[in-house]
């Protein structure tokens, strides 16, 4: 399957998508090691690292620019993002890893009702046009 | 700017701005009258080297700028724990973070509640505010307009003197869509201190990324209840703006906190709904209390004053009970200058500036069970810091810490008379 995707900011990436019920703040929600942390959220305990996640939107603190950049940094962060809708405070922090590291992490938006069919627990992959499994 | 007529540190930041404008879908760029960093809590060496970029790049900045908390109480740097590499490792980076803040030209404020400072803006007046409280404070209760910037766009945006003029910004994101009807809670309950932070979470919940419409708030609703709710809703959901109809500045009316239009959804508050949400944000209700920490948002000068009424007379806080104030120091100074500070401090309250409790090691590794009368405090120190949490008002804040164990009123929650 290939579904269409707008880049926030732009790369390619691979990995095994989890999907969020609920939207999470990567500050506070998240640890160093790209853990969910969040007590109230319904996949607290899940890592994130690697993987290809799929959520609606972040939510919350304005610092999670900086905890997912430096996830990106310390290779703790997703593979890539794929929101519902925009969400700069998600998009901003993978425009800083690349203009002060040269990292990519692929941030993208795939429109409802697109963005329910993306399937969990599959190879996901994803680059600035597309989401494909 | 882009081309680097202004240097590459103005350049740097306006690709930055740049880039949020493709992001936002903005026509275009907006002229900001301040900015409030909140980039300066340090996250790793990523939050550095961003700042040491634009300082290395030459960049200052071309409005006046506030600065959110740091991850060193600078008055007190004792207080910070650093028993562990990475708490000392946190130390450096972050008092070296802050440094490079203050030589991009910020204000050292260290606050993440600006508006109690001087000089806040005025209706209608664009701003690039960073902190989710301090946006919802900016957006909803002075009807100054700010989207919700994250981290290293707070600095950008005070570096080049410019947003996107996208989201809150503009006129048609700024209409109330989610409506709360709150009569059925009733006087007394709104006169509550804790009604603020327990409707905040509530709304927070149910708006997710709407602007919510209060009904029924009293007309002489203080600054402080608006801060705890906007903090609590900012927390428990994306709310940037919210409308208290009779009381913030967009909202003379429903009709015109809608701009007009039928509301997407309406929502009736009730008590037991208030009890239960105490109850979701408290993750014990009973027994040991270790500590107290309020002031989350920052505590007002007026909440300090609270705060020293209830210590001044009565038995002294149980010697197992370590009880934290965080403020901003300018709300210190003033409190030390009218003597409300010695009392606070006299009565064995720690009193922290320019950090908070909750984003930095300064409570016990055996300060397990702590009490807040922060939703937002509630909300984020189990994952932060660990700790199991319960939420009260500053009044049993104080009488829990006396008798060293949790002393909850539900009486709050009762249904009234008549």
């Given at each position: 399957m290939r579904v269409a995707a707008r880049a926030l900011a732009g790369g390619a990436g691979e990995g095994v998508s989890i999907r969020l019920s609920a939207p999470l703040s990567f500050?506070?929600?998240?640890d160093s090691r790209g853990?969910?942390?969040?007590?109230?959220?319904?996949?607290?305990?899940?890592?994130?690292?690697?993987r290809v996640v799929v959520m609606e939107s972040g939510r919350g603190s304005s610092s999670s620019s900086s905890v997912l950049a430096e996830q990106i940094r310390t290779k703790a962060a997703p593979a890539a993002i794929v929101l519902a809708r925009p969400d700069a405070i998600v998009a901003l922090a993978a425009i800083v890893a690349r203009e002060l590291y040269g990292l990519d992490v692929p941030i993208v938006v795939v429109a409802t009702p697109h963005h329910e069919q993306?399937?969990?627990g599959v190879l996901v992959r994803v680059d600035s046009t597309a989401v494909m499994w | 700017m882009l081309a680097g007529a202004y240097g590459e540190g103005v350049a740097l930041a306006m690709r930055v701005i740049v880039g949020l404008g493709r992001i936002s879908g903005a026509p275009r760029l907006v002229e900001i009258t301040s900015a409030h960093v909140?980039?300066?809590?340090?996250?790793?060496r990523v939050s550095l080297d961003f700042a040491d970029r634009l300082v290395g790049l030459g960049a200052s900045v071309r409005v006046p700028t506030t600065l959110n908390v740091g991850?060193?109480?600078?008055?007190?740097?004792?207080?910070?724990?650093?028993?562990?590499s990475q708490q000392r490792q946190t130390l450096a980076g972050g008092r070296r973070l802050m440094s490079a803040y203050l030589e991009l030209g910020?204000?050292?404020?260290?606050?993440?509640?600006?508006?109690?400072?001087?000089g806040r803006p005025a209706l209608g007046e664009h701003v690039a505010w960073a902190e989710s409280n301090a946006v919802v404070f900016a957006n909803s209760v002075l009807g100054a307009r700010t989207d919700r910037y994250g981290d290293f766009v707070d600095i950008c945006a005070a570096i080049t003197g410019r947003a996107p003029y996208a989201g809150l910004q503009t006129?048609?994101?700024?209409r109330g869509t989610v409506v709360f009807d709150?009569?059925?809670?009733?006087h007394a309950f709104l006169a509550s201190e804790l009604a603020y932070p327990l409707l905040g979470h509530h709304v927070g919940s149910l708006a997710g990324a709407e602007n919510p419409v209060l009904v029924g708030?009293?007309?002489?609703?203080?600054e402080d209840s608006l801060k705890a709710l906007g903090a609590a809703a900012a927390s428990s959901g994306e709310v940037a703006l919210f409308h208290a109809v009779?009381?913030?500045?967009?909202?003379?009316t429903l009709e015109r906190a809608l701009h007009g239009l039928a509301p997407l959804r309406a929502h009736e508050v009730t008590l037991p709904t208030m009890r239960a949400t105490r109850a979701e944000l408290s993750t014990f209700g009973s027994g040991r209390l270790d500590a107290v920490s309020i002031g989350t948002p920052h505590a007002s000068y007026a909440e300090c004053e609270t705060l020293a009424g209830l210590l001044r007379d009565g038995p002294p806080i149980h010697d197992g009970v370590a009880f934290y104030l965080s403020t901003g120091r300018a709300t210190r100074a003033r409190a030390e200058r009218s003597g409300v500070l010695q009392v606070i401090e006299s009565a064995g309250v720690t009193v922290v500036v320019d950090t908070c409790t909750y984003v930095?090691?300064?409570?016990?590794?055996?300060?397990r069970r702590v009490m807040t009368n922060s939703a937002k405090w509630a909300h984020y120190a189990p994952g932060n810091i660990d700790v199991a949490v319960v939420l009260g008002s500053t009044r049993e804040c104080v009488e829990s810490a006396r008798l060293g164990r949790v002393a909850l009123d539900?009486?709050?929650?009762a249904e009234e008379l008549g």
């Open positions: 500050w506070g929600g998240t853990r969910i942390v969040d007590a109230h959220h319904p996949q607290c305990g899940a890592v994130l690292a690697g993306i399937p969990a | 909140d980039s300066c809590l340090y996250h790793g991850s060193v109480d600078l008055l007190h740097p004792g207080l910070v724990r650093s028993e562990t910020c204000t050292a404020t260290w606050t993440c509640a600006p508006y109690q400072l001087p006129e048609d994101a700024r709150c009569r059925p809670l009733g708030l009293p007309g002489d609703v203080g009779g009381v913030t500045p967009e909202a003379p930095t090691s300064i409570l016990s590794p055996a300060a539900d009486a709050l929650f």
